[in-house]
């Protein structure tokens, strides 16, 4: 990381680009109107912020390499063998003061494909550079707000309900063009509020093109953001109080706007609106002893009424190698008529992996709804600088779905597996190094299909991965 002190004039640049970038999230509204600020109050200001400004630049990358085999499909199906390399690279510029921040990241991430073949045209070098964060946050705005405009990530309790803007690209992105103001209430309590418009294509320049496999690699093809081809809005409150040390707990409300007329997902071709209610409670009984569980309920067009439930209590007892076992549950509603019945779960904006990439497959774009899984989690700390997670259960779809021929799916989706290593090779061995924040995981998952795909679709599926990760 590399930091820098400004001074004098330059605060005045450093003003002026948070004007730009302030007017370039002019998607929440019409032109900004300033008016003309006294010379001696523009004076005072640059003085000090000129104290106090820090200019820091940074990096990240990441290599994944992933192989499945007999992926679960949303069709109740199976895919077939593939395998295939991601290579995404990060950039960053960073200027902050004590009462504000500039932050500006350039993305790309490109793939190659090993299999199938039809697949060799997707994503590949050198894809497509991106603005993936430009933002400014104006810090205790009234001595009692943080407000942050532009494009950002926002997450907010277990990622279940706000975690993920850009469900349709995968991990490549998940951020927000938003504006988010967070109160400070005192005591360890906060409210934010926010509002965000997420268009199906990015809206920001770009450098280069992507391209896709039908078009024989030669046709660049823009990225479908939100994954459904279509725009999406919201806005919300989500409310945090941590003033006791027995019982956290959080509020929320989220109003969700799908331009569904873009879309062939939303069953009228019209917009589609969401209205989600959740608390989210998290006790700790004793020094070792600790629960979470969290409560929703959504509401809105076509008789739209569905549910969504987890409860789950954790041990971590001071024993070698740090363990902790959680034994949950994770219940959303579901509908004889799929995912545009009236009782099925709407994801908020958290269209992300979730559970595990398997699992994420049985449902289109990663929209989980119908859902069943009691499961056990284990995690260890075998040595410094290594992790490991387990976590295993079978799963249900509550309800059963109605097939083609006239008669329904079965209930039962299959049991799963998954463990994973991660080992923090840059401490081990490049301590006080560029590469001294290096990371390698290695990823796998089992799921042995039930009665909820087709007969000659069932088969065995397993997933693969391997990850490297540095940040500068």
Known sequence: MVAYTGKGAGMKRILCLAGLMLGA??????????????????????????SEAQWSVGADFRLRYVASNNMPTASHGEGGHSEYARFRTRLWGKVTTDRFEAFVRLGNEFRYYRSPDKDEGKQRFPDVTFLDNLYVTFKEVGGWADVKVGR????????????????????RTNY???????FDCGNKRSLDAFALYMAREDWL????????????????????????NQNEY??????????????????????????GRHSTVNPNNGPFHTHTFGTRFLPKFTQTL?????????????????FQAYAGVTYAPAWQMKPKFTLAVHYLSGDRDGARGEHAWHPVFNRETGVGDLVAAMFSKNAYTNFLYPHLKVELTPAENQKVALQTGPMFAPVEENDASGGTYGTFRGYFAQAKYTVAVGKIFAQESVFERMSLSFLGEVLTKG??????QD?????GQVELTCAF
């Open 25 to 50: 999230t002019g998607v929440f509204g019409g032109p900004v109107v300033v008016d003309r600020v006294p010379e001696s109050t523009v004076t005072a200001l640059e003085t000090e912020m000129a």
């Open 152 to 171: 950002q990530e926002m997450v907010f309790g277990s990622k279940r309900i706000i975690s993920d803007g850009t469900g349709g690209d995968g991990s």
């Open 176 to 182: 927000f063009d938003a504006l988010r103001i967070t």
């Open 205 to 228: 320049p770009t450098l280069g093109e992507t391209h896709d496999a039908k078009s024989k690699r030669k046709k660049g093809y823009d990225y479908d953001t939100t994954g459904y």
């Open 234 to 259: 919201g806005a919300g409150l989500y409310y945090q109080d941590r003033s006791s040390a027995a019982l956290g707990w959080d509020l929320y409300y989220v109003f969700k706007v799908e331009e």
């Open 290 to 306: 600790s629960g979470e569980v969290e409560l929703s309920v959504q509401a809105g067009d076509d008789a739209l009424l569905a």
């Open 451 to 456: 009665s909820y795909f087709e007969r000659d």
């Open 459 to 463: 088969d065995t599926a397993v997933f």
